[in-house]
């Protein structure tokens, strides 16, 4: 999902829907770190708001029959869900908001009418099935859902190129807002049916084949589709409008000149398909590069489409996106979802990344791939600025922080987003070889397709076709919090190159273990690219050239995410106490790395701008902590000294 941040005007019925990324990067993020094996770990059943009987079966089929308008969010029909029974099921629990009037409840085919609703919770007692029992269960419905109040609706309407439409918006807890269901992550149901009754002038698109459009003969029209594919329950969808119908076609390679649809329901109005169709036939080729990049469209049997909407943004319904525009960005983005949110769906919502970090960075590769290496580096180092633009929040999401109300750390564009989509990139610099990158992908797609997954699972995956360890890779910058701070200061003596590499952090995590490009410029006009594993805070270099480096520059290639400055000394020899100086702001520490490892007892001074010691100190250690929350705003002077030598720097407070 891809959105754009409106204002508060839009949970009125007349104007835009929300959108669903959070560009708010001054928002204040939980510390926590939380790394579960446990997918079940969420003060079960899911969340606390939902009825434990949800857990007693597995969802196989969802049939939507439905009455719908373009002009009305108001929905009449009923759901029928087939499923399995986990346990010896004498309680049947489904979920739908109370504004939805139930009217008849079917559960095999029997009538019940006692039944407890509790909050979205519906309870019924039924007969008792055995263990491993199917079964079919209608739910026969009708209301309004609310229009405001939330960060997300299930179900919106408003006016766009004098039309008006309807969709739905069921990502994370909506879907109980329009249709009775089960909203678990990890029970995909096998197969959906969507029948949609709206007036004789629209169209109303939905997942899978549409498989028959049938006139009622009173004004109204049912539109049924079908989709045999695996689904969760927030990507069953529909929209409706006074639509036109325009088809295009993919041919991936590997179709061996086979095609697949893109079907697409535009508004039908003048000129609305002209201002559109240069955009949406870059679908195709896009099409082509994820099947060749990843694995082939995970639903080549039905179609990929898209519903115009007054969305603002696009969210990634599977096999058919429901859209506010066409701009390239939003296509790719909510197109790579059909591998990543769709194919293989993030297992909890603490793991939003395995959706909309690599939705990110399949927007990422269709700029390098289709627009070139420039165009990528330009949208990859703005995800990295966004993601450095406040110091702390993990991409993994903490347990405790799921819940209805907060959607906006869920889908937190810095975090969820940005970051997460740049430490992808991280990943594919730290493989260092690119066909093995995209087997990691490929793999990751092919072990859990049709299904659910973590970041673990991603882990594992990568570690799997590496043969490499990533624990720490994955506890810094998946679990962890902030960004690496790089000062360098190098030198040069007698054609050897001398450079300390300090790596400070912006947040809780103390450090981030990572490959490092440097490009370093000689004074004969040539360069060079060199790569150096950061294996602690302090790292010293030292390598012959038999020439001057004049300047350095810094991840040239704009592969990492960091803040970095250089500075350059004139040096005979290097003073055994010398010192780099890192500061911690949030704790107001400051640390003197020694580049002496001999553990020599050190005296450390800091005084004022005005001469006076307002800090003495000793230290044999090669790393040294202190505190300056006692030391008032301004400048000082920090001195390391033994009975031979000193070294003298300044920082500010």
Same mark, same amino acid.
């Given at each position: 999902? /891809?959105?754009? #941040?409106?204002?508060? !005007? =839009?949970? +009125? @019925?007349?104007?835009?829907?929300?959108? $669903? *990324?959070?560009?708010?990067?001054?928002?204040?993020?939980?510390?926590?770190?939380?790394?579960?094996?446990?997918?079940?770990?969420?003060?079960?059943?899911?969340?606390?708001?939902?009825?434990?009987?949800?857990?007693?079966?597995?969802?196989?089929?969802?049939?939507?029959?439905?009455?719908?308008?373009?002009?009305?969010?108001?929905?009449?029909?009923?759901?029928?869900?087939?499923?399995?029974? /986990?346990?010896? #099921?004498?309680?049947? !629990? =489904?979920? +739908? @908001?109370?504004?939805?009037?139930?009217? $008849? *409840?079917?559960?095999?085919?029997?009538?019940?009418?006692?039944?407890?609703?509790?909050?979205?919770?519906?309870?019924?007692?039924?007969?008792?099935?055995?263990?491993?029992?199917?079964?079919?269960?209608?739910?026969?419905?009708?209301?309004?859902?609310?229009?405001?109040?939330?960060?997300?609706?299930?179900?919106?309407?408003?006016?766009?190129?004098?039309?008006?439409?309807?969709?739905?918006?069921?990502?994370?807890?909506?879907?109980?807002?329009?249709?009775?269901?089960?909203?678990?992550?990890?029970?995909?149901?096998?197969?959906?049916?969507?029948?949609?009754?709206?007036?004789?002038?629209?169209?109303?698109?939905?997942?899978?084949?549409?498989?028959?459009?049938?006139?009622?003969?009173?004004?109204?029209?049912?539109?049924?589709?079908?989709?045999?594919?695996?689904?969760?329950?927030?990507?069953?969808?529909?929209?409706?409008?006074?639509?036109?119908?325009?088809?295009?076609?993919?041919?991936?390679?590997?179709?061996?000149?086979?095609?697949?649809?893109?079907?697409?329901?535009?508004?039908?109005?003048?000129?609305?398909?002209?201002?559109?169709?240069?955009?949406?036939?870059?679908?195709?080729?896009?099409?082509?590069?994820?099947?060749?990049?990843?694995?082939?469209?995970?639903?080549?049997?039905?179609?990929?489409?898209?519903?115009?909407?007054?969305?603002?943004?696009?969210?990634?319904?599977?096999?058919?996106?429901?859209?506010?525009?066409?701009?390239?960005?939003?296509?790719?983005?909510?197109?790579?979802?059909?591998?990543?949110?769709?194919?293989?769906?993030?297992?909890?919502?603490?793991?939003?990344?395995?959706?909309?970090?690599?939705?990110?960075?399949?927007?990422?590769?269709?700029?390098?791939?289709?627009?070139?290496?420039?165009?990528?580096?330009?949208?990859?180092?703005?995800?990295?600025?966004?993601?450095?633009?406040?110091?702390?929040?993990?991409?993994?999401?903490?347990?405790?922080?799921?819940?209805?109300?907060?959607?906006?750390?869920?889908?937190?564009?810095?975090?969820?987003?940005?970051?997460?989509?740049?430490?992808?990139?991280?990943?594919?610099?730290?493989?260092?070889?690119?066909?093995?990158?995209?087997?990691?992908?490929?793999?990751?797609?092919?072990?859990?397709?049709?299904?659910?997954?973590?970041?673990?699972?991603?882990?594992?995956?990568?570690?799997?076709?590496?043969?490499?360890?990533?624990?720490?890779?994955?506890?810094?910058?998946?679990?962890?919090?902030?960004?690496?701070?790089?000062?360098?200061?190098?030198?040069?003596?007698?054609?050897?190159?001398?450079?300390?590499?300090?790596?400070?952090?912006?947040?809780?995590?103390?450090?981030?273990?990572?490959?490092?490009?440097?490009?370093?410029?000689?004074?004969?006009?040539?360069?060079?690219?060199?790569?150096?594993?950061?294996?602690?805070?302090?790292?010293?270099?030292?390598?012959?050239?038999?020439?001057?480096?004049?300047?350095?520059?810094?991840?040239?290639?704009?592969?990492?995410?960091?803040?970095?400055?250089?500075?350059?000394?004139?040096?005979?020899?290097?003073?055994?106490?010398?010192?780099?100086?890192?500061?911690?702001?949030?704790?107001?520490?400051?640390?003197?790395?020694?580049?002496?490892?001999?553990?020599?007892?050190?005296?450390?001074?800091?005084?004022?701008?005005?001469?006076?010691?307002?800090?003495?100190?000793?230290?044999?250690?090669?790393?040294?902590?202190?505190?300056?929350?006692?030391?008032?705003?301004?400048?000082?002077?920090?001195?390391?000294?033994?009975?031979?030598?000193?070294?003298?720097?300044?920082?500010?407070?």
């Amino acid at each position: 999902m /891809k959105h754009l #941040l409106l204002s508060l !005007a =839009i949970l +009125l @019925i007349s104007s835009f829907s929300f959108s $669903q *990324i959070n560009n708010d990067h001054n928002i204040e993020h939980k510390c926590s770190h939380g790394k579960s094996n446990n997918l079940k770990a969420l003060d079960y059943f899911l969340y606390n708001w939902q009825s434990e009987y949800l857990d007693d079966y597995d969802v196989t089929f969802y049939f939507l029959d439905i009455e719908v308008s373009n002009s009305s969010i108001y929905v009449d029909g009923n759901t029928t869900i087939n499923g399995i029974a /986990k346990v010896d #099921l004498d309680t049947f !629990a =489904i979920e +739908l @908001i109370p504004e939805q009037t139930i009217t $008849q *409840i079917l559960f095999n085919g029997v009538e019940y009418t006692v039944y407890e609703r509790d909050g979205k919770n519906v309870i019924v007692p039924v007969d008792e099935i055995s263990a491993g029992s199917a079964f079919s269960a209608q739910i026969f419905y009708n209301g309004q859902p609310p229009t405001g109040g939330g960060f997300f609706a299930g179900i919106s309407t408003s006016t766009g190129w004098g039309k008006d439409v309807t969709w739905t918006l069921s990502e994370p807890f909506a879907a109980s807002d329009w249709f009775a269901v089960k909203q678990d992550l990890e029970d995909k149901a096998d197969s959906v049916w969507v029948f949609l009754t709206t007036s004789s002038e629209n169209m109303a698109g939905s997942q899978g084949l549409l498989t028959n459009i049938v006139d009622l003969g009173d004004g109204n029209t049912r539109y049924e589709w079908k989709s045999s594919y695996p689904i969760d329950y927030y990507l069953i969808s529909f929209a409706v409008s006074e639509y036109q119908e325009y088809n295009i076609y993919a041919h991936p390679e590997e179709m061996d000149g086979d095609s697949i649809l893109i079907q697409n329901f535009i508004y039908d109005a003048a000129g609305c398909l002209d201002f559109y169709k240069d955009d949406i036939d870059e679908t195709a080729p896009m099409v082509d590069l994820f099947s060749d990049l990843f694995i082939l469209y995970p639903f080549w049997q039905e179609k990929y489409g898209h519903c115009l909407t007054q969305l603002g943004g696009g969210m990634e319904h599977q096999t058919m996106t429901t859209m506010g525009g066409f701009s390239f960005g939003l296509v790719a983005h909510e197109l790579g979802h059909m591998w990543f949110g769709d194919n293989v769906t993030c297992a909890t919502w603490s793991d939003i990344w395995i959706n909309e970090g690599f939705a990110t960075y399949a927007n990422y590769l269709a700029e390098e791939f289709i627009h070139g290496w420039s165009s990528g580096v330009t949208f990859i180092v703005g995800k990295q600025n966004s993601a450095m633009s406040s110091p702390g929040g993990s991409v993994y999401i903490p347990e405790d922080e799921i819940y209805p109300g907060n959607e906006g750390r869920i889908f937190s564009g810095r975090l969820s987003y940005n970051k997460g989509g740049a430490i992808i990139h991280i990943l594919r610099h730290e493989i260092q070889y690119d066909p093995l990158f995209f087997k990691v992908l490929e793999t990751f797609q092919t072990n859990f397709t049709d299904s659910t997954a973590t970041g673990e699972n991603f882990k594992n995956t990568v570690e799997d076709v590496t043969g490499r360890d990533f624990d720490q890779f994955f506890d810094q910058w998946y679990y962890g919090e902030g960004y690496p701070i790089y000062n360098i200061e190098y030198y040069n003596l007698e054609g050897v190159f001398h450079m300390t590499s300090l790596q400070t952090t912006s947040s809780s995590t103390p450090f981030f273990n990572m490959l490092m490009d440097f490009r370093l410029y000689f004074g004969d006009g040539t360069d060079t690219l060199i790569s150096i594993q950061q294996n602690e805070n302090l790292e010293n270099v030292a390598m012959y050239f038999g020439k001057d480096v004049l300047y350095i520059d810094i991840d040239p290639n704009n592969w990492t995410m960091e803040q970095s400055s250089v500075s350059v000394s004139i040096k005979e020899k290097q003073s055994p106490i010398t010192f780099s100086l890192g500061q911690n702001q949030l704790t107001e520490d400051i640390i003197l790395y020694f580049a002496d490892k001999e553990y020599v007892n050190k005296d450390i001074l800091i005084s004022n701008m005005s001469g006076q010691t307002v800090y003495t100190g000793q230290t044999s250690d090669s790393e040294f902590k202190i505190n300056t929350s006692f030391l008032p705003k301004g400048i000082y002077i920090i001195t390391a000294m033994n009975d031979e030598h000193s070294s003298v720097k300044r920082f500010v407070k």
